[in-house]
């Protein structure tokens, strides 16, 4: 089903944060209908760095391509500001579709960008971020392709001139609206009751965020479209493994960690190892 489609169900849309092939997979099988790339989360896993405009649209394309290779459901992706001006922002469209990407996330902030839940953010005007959404809806070569328009405004210039940033976003051609990190539960209301019914509404829900916290029922009954949980599967992972390296160095064992990690057949079934080797084999491999 198409993210489009998925977007117009009765359901709000849940698409879960991964950082790679694996992530993706693991999401999928879970049941995940869409799932989103977190710029972050390639930031993290990658380069072990924060979100501050350190990952480059190569690397993010290349994380698209390995993802699209391996899962087939529709995928979200974070393009931050485009990587440029208007015409950067037309090359990532087309190099970030080709790889597989289903829709593109673009913000209003300066470069470097960083995440939009730490302080200290900038803006580029409202009128050259509605060029940089007329010039990705120009670029792409599918109207299935979506682009999704944020702004960082709150934190910025203010929770009135965001929902303006919003109002002129939406002129511009924006499939999905993305107002970043309301500060409360009245702000999440507000924005619902100026915008939705206009357009999808997207909402990012990030542990320890400067957004409260919202459960998918709940955000559905004020009207969001899509929630994105873009980070919480990095900072479990980043948990456990923080758990199993100290287990393992002292202990010197993996013993008391078993019941907590895939054995070598487990994480096989879990990447189709036994799948791809009768495939193999049907080629004479």
């Known amino acids: 089903m198409t993210l489009k489609a998925l977007l117009s169900g009765p359901d709000i849309l ?19 209908k869409a799932a989103y790339l977190s710029g972050a989360g390639i930031a993290y896993t990658r380069f072990g760095r924060p979100d501050i405009g350190l990952v480059s649209m190569a690397e993010v394309a290349d994380t698209i391509a390995l993802i ?13 500001n485009g990587f440029g001006n208007a015409l950067n922002v037309q090359r990532t469209m087309r ?3 080709r790889a597989g990407a289903n829709a593109l996330q ?45 702004t960082d405004a709150i934190a910025v210039e203010g929770f009135e001139a965001a929902c303006d940033r919003a109002a002129l976003y939406i002129e511009a051609g924006a499939d999905i609206l993305f107002i970043e990190a309301p500060q409360t539960r009245a702000q999440l209301e507000a924005i619902a009751a100026r915008f939705a019914g206009r357009i999808p509404l997207m909402a990012n829900m990030v542990e320890g965020g400067k957004t409260p916290i919202h459960g998918t029922a709940d955000l559905q009954s004020l009207g969001f479209s899509l929630v994105i949980f873009p980070g919480g599967v990095v ?26 990690m895939f054995d070598f057949s487990g994480l096989n079934d879990v990447i189709g190892t036994g799948d791809m080797l009768k495939k193999g084999n049907s080629y004479g491999n």
């Open 95 to 97: 190099v970030f579709e």
């Open 14 to 32: 849940l698409a879960p944060g991964v950082c790679d092939a694996l992530t993706a997979l693991i999401a999928e099988q879970a049941g995940a």
């Open 235 to 260: 900072r479990a992972l980043a948990k456990t493994a923080g758990d199993y390296y100290r287990g393992l160095i002292s202990t010197g064992s993996n013993e008391g960690f078993k019941d907590r």
């Open 106 to 150: 673009l913000e209003d902030q300066t470069m470097p960008k960083r995440c939009g839940h730490l302080d200290g953010k900038t803006l580029i005007s409202d009128t050259e971020m509605a060029g940089k959404i007329r010039a990705a809806v120009d670029a792409r070569t599918s109207e299935a392709t979506l682009v999704i328009a944020r």
């Open 68 to 80: 699209r290779d391996r899962v087939s459901m529709p995928l979200i992706v974070d393009a931050d």
